[in-house]
């Protein structure tokens, strides 16, 4: 008597899931590590950028790289033979040769730095290629040609007064860095125009 008792209330309630419609209870969430088609990882929040050292894996990320560090040595170098040699000395005579050498340094500089962050970020995926190749390669050639005539002048005056007062060194230093960036621009800009040709 008490087994029955147990297992009729079971055996009804068993046979009435199977006859009300034989259809599986749904799940409402997705199951965990599924991704959506709306960018989103699973959790139903789209994704924005994301930081990935990855992207600077190629020609222009690397050479934007490099070009930084050499923009950065040769503005740092000019900058102390402007505080060694100070006074009316460098005024006189020098003057807007140095300041024009730290804008075609310093400016290019800040712009790669910001052309590194678009590309580390993932927003170079937002531009066509044509499009952000002939941007970069407008850029370097622009800037290149700056830097050949700064980077010339610094060479021309670095032995302008006895090197005892006037850091003669200095001057070649700030040049030399000055001129290898122009070849890297030269490099990235050549590089980016070969890729606006194929992509436009």
Known sequence: MMEGQF???????????????GAAPVDPLPPSGSASNNGSNGDGIVRGPAFDIQNLNNPTGLLSFVNVIVLFLA?????????????????????DGSTFFLVSTLIPFFLLIALILLMVFGFKEYFRPSLFALVIFVNCAFWGFLLLISSGLVMGKSNYLPCDHWYCSHLLAAGAFGFLGVVLFIVEGVFNFLIWRRER
């Open 7 to 21: 297992d009729e209330p079971y055996s009804s309630s068993y046979s009435a899931n199977n006859n009300s419609g």
């Open 75 to 95: 503005s740092c170098i000019m900058g102390g033979w402007r505080g060694e040699v100070f006074g009316p000395l460098w005024m006189l005579t020098f003057n």
